[in-house]
T-cell receptor, first 113, second 112 residues
């Protein structure tokens, strides 16, 4: 069964350091999303790509977060510098047609110390 | 300002009984709704969807009901099984499948 691959699964970093997460969507899925889920809350959208173009990054804290999907396939989300409040699960999802639901990866659990 | 609310953080149900998870929304422009299930250390898994032109959608043990006038939807699981124990998220979109907004989730525990 096709799946969205994310790495690493877990990341511990010190505050003020840089950290990066990688996502490989299901083959052929043009739409890719990065979500952040803080413990006890629902996922919130950070950025949405359609192929290599950013469709929505209105909720992305652009002073420290950046995302790219250079060839319209895999994507990288970077945080620099990391802050304590960035500790969360970072989820990547992809879809062919958002109406039938996204497929999420297993996420990267980030802990900033 | 939470547009999608799941007011019950947790719910416990006996195996074999019905589980009813509720979701309320405030944005009348939402026209598509999804339910996701999430196990610990895994990403959410799509369960069932409903568009605003319907009031009910059924898939096996899972049924979603939509009451547009009340801006309320619910997920019914019957019969509930221990494997259904997970966090359930309601999500809504105002753009037919784009930019889903998620609720905070309800943790369901199905007791054997």
């Amino acid at each position: 069964e096709a799946e969205v691959a994310q790495s690493p699964r877990y990341k511990i970093t010190e505050k003020s350091q840089a950290v990066a997460f990688w996502c490989d969507p299901i083959s052929g899925h043009a739409t890719l999303y990065w979500y952040r889920q803080i413990l006890g809350q629902g996922p919130e959208l950070l950025v949405q790509f359609q192929d290599e173009s950013v469709v929505d990054d209105s909720q992305l804290p652009k002073d420290r977060f950046s995302a790219e999907r250079l060839k319209g396939v895999d994507s990288t989300l970077k945080i620099q510098p990391a802050e304590l409040g960035d500790s969360a699960m970072y989820l990547c999802a992809s879809s062919l047609d958002g109406a039938v639901g996204y497929t999420f990866g297993s996420g990267t659990r980030l802990t900033v110390v | 300002d939470q547009q999608v609310k799941q007011n019950s953080p947790s719910l416990s149900v006996q195996e074999g009984r019905i589980s009813i998870l509720n979701c309320d929304y405030t944005n009348s422009m939402f026209d598509y709704f999804l339910w996701y299930k999430k196990y610990p250390a895994e990403g959410p898994t799509f369960l069932i969807s409903i568009s605003s032109i319907k009031d009910k959608n059924e898939d096996g043990r899972f049924t979603v009901f939509l009451n547009k006038s009340a801006k309320h939807l619910s997920l019914h699981i019957v019969p509930s099984q221990p494997g259904d124990s997970a966090v359930y998220f309601c999500a809504a979109s105002a753009n037919y499948g784009q930019n889903f907004v998620f609720g905070p989730g309800t943790r369901l525990s199905v007791l054997p």
